[in-house]
């Protein structure tokens, strides 16, 4: 019987054999672990939720008035 699952990497989608022979599991290797903890330490997810750059272009818009 053969029990070979396999999983995806949460940093880089890497199919990971989901066994002992993964101890990262379910990161492909230490190194993705590591970047992903770190990223959360880092508090790196929070810079990912930006606004859109698109609404900068009338972000500020330049009252063009006369003089009174
Ligand atoms: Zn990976």
Redesign the pocket.
């Known amino acids: 019987m053969q029990s070979s699952r396999t999983v995806s990497?949460?940093?880089?989608?890497?199919p990971?054999p989901w066994g002992p022979e993964s101890p990262f599991r379910p990161?492909?290797?230490e190194?993705?672990k590591l970047i992903d903890l770190g990223a959360w330490a880092n508090e790196e997810y929070r810079v990912a939720v930006k606004h859109s750059d698109d609404d900068q272009d009338t972000a500020s818009p330049e009252p063009e008035r006369g003089a009174p």
Do not use: G, W
């Open positions: 990497c949460p940093r880089c989608a890497k990971v990161f492909c290797s190194r993705c």
